[in-house]
Each structure stands twice: as C-alpha cells, then as structure tokens.
C-alpha cells in the first residue's frame, strides 16, 4: 500500500511538472509573439512617419527667370501644377547670368533654372535646361508628363522637336530681323523660312488632335511662348489654322495667361541699342574655369 502510495504521488507530480513546463511554453510563446506584433507595429510606425503625409507642406520652389519664351515654359508649368514658387530674376542685360552663385545651378550660364528645396529623398535639388526642368516637374507632380511609356514617347518627341528645331530657329529668326546690326537678307530668309517649315509640321500635326501629343502636356507648354511671337518671325498665320486653333486654346488657359505675364520690372527698361547689353547678349565667347 505504501509502494502504491508513492507511485501515485509520484505520478502526480509529474504530471504537475509536464503542465508547468507547457504552460511555460505557451506563455513563452504569447510573450514572444506579442514582441513581434509590438516590434512590427513600431516599424510601420516608423516607415509611416518617414513618408511625407498626404498634408505635408511644399516649400517653395526657386525660379530663376527673365521674362522670354523660354522663362515662360517654367512659369506655366509651375502656375498648371499649382506649385509654390518663389521668381528670382536673373537680369541677363547685366550680366546675372555669369555671376558664380548663378553657374553654380546653371553652368551654362542660361536661364531658367530651378532649385527645389522638396528634392529626392527630401533634399534640395537644382535643375537648369528648360526641356529637363519640363520633366522633371512633370515627374514630381504626375502632371502633364504621363508614367505610360508609349504616351510619354509621344510627349518626349515633341519636347525634343521645340528644344532643337523650333526654340532655336524661331529665336535666331528674332536675332537676325530684330537685333542684328545690320539686315542680311540671306540670314534673315533662311531662319523665317525655317519657322514657316516648322510651324507648316505643327499645323499638320494638329490637324486631327486637340494638342501636340494628344492630350495637354509639356510639350505644348514648351512651344506656347515662342509660338504666341509668330508676328517677330516674320509669319501669317492664317496660313496655319489648326495651329492657329491650338494657338488661341493655350493662350485661354489661365495658368498660361499668369505664366506668361510674370513680370520683371527691369526687363521693360532694357535698351537692346546698348553696345553693353548687345555684348552680353550675343558676343560671349568661352571664359576660363
């Protein structure tokens, strides 16, 4: 009976032993699995504060600008895209343009440029070249720039067409009935003819679309300003009335309105006869690094 008795008890405890152990465990277990959730709910936290919120404030974007179609390609895009900019002229007249803090965002001495201070991975970030300021834009706000490849093509090549043939020529056909010290007929043809080449392709081209490359886009915005100086050139445009059409649609659009009559004050007092001006303006050769 005693033998009996101790068995028992022996039994007993170890079966008290075997439920402290797995009650143990699963305690261990709940302990262990709660870190975790804690743990992950930390990291989300974390990764949640480390993304801007969709309220997150976009400080001001620099705009370094003189009044000229090329100015107003970025002074459009930033009033469409409803952006907070700040204007900072960069009087060529005087020489802004070759100032060191100047070259600094825009080494090749041209305007407009601009410095984003809500740059990649929140840092601030300078842009100069119209055409990649246009795009780089157009990738920060998802607008007027489209993330389908086959549409952004179509965008892309009518950029390039207005920063290598009709910017170019349209302002060398200014240049040479406009400025130049003396008239050279032959130089004078050459470009007006060139402008009338090009603006005979957009006519076509709006032929059978609202705008260049389907929809309202960059592009577009890029050729608006020297597009609205077709009378500098030297062209009629009854001759064109799908871009006529297209002409008198950008110029409704109140973003392209405020974009284009971005004032400077000094700007408008600017005396193009003068010998100072002309040499900084078009007399520059290469300068020293």
Known sequence: ??????????????????????????????????????SASKATKKKARAKPGAGSKQRPIELHYWPTPNGWKISIMLEECGLPYIM??????????FKPEFLAISPNNRMPAIVDPDGPGGKPISVFESGAILQYLGRKTGKFYPANERERVEVEQWLMW???????????????????????????DRYTNEV????GVMNTRLKDRPFLAGRYSIADMACVGWASRWERQGQDIAEFPHFKRWLDTLLARPAVQRGMKLRVE?????????PKVYELLFKQRARAG
């Open 1 to 38: 009976m005693a033998r009996k008795a101790v068995r028992s008890q022996a039994k007993a405890k170890s079966k008290s032993s075997r439920k402290l152990k797995s009650s143990s465990k699963k305690t261990a277990r709940t302990a262990a699995g709660g870190a975790r959730k804690t």
């Open 88 to 97: 900072k002229p960069v009087n060529i007249s005087t020489g802004d343009q």
């Open 162 to 188: 207005q920063m290598g043939g009709l910017g170019p020529m349209a302002g060398q056909a200014h240049h040479f009935r406009h400025y130049a010290p003396e008239q050279l007929p032959y130089a004078i």
């Open 196 to 199: 009338n080449r090009l603006y």
């Open 266 to 274: 000094e700007a408008s007092k600017v005396d193009m006869k003068d």
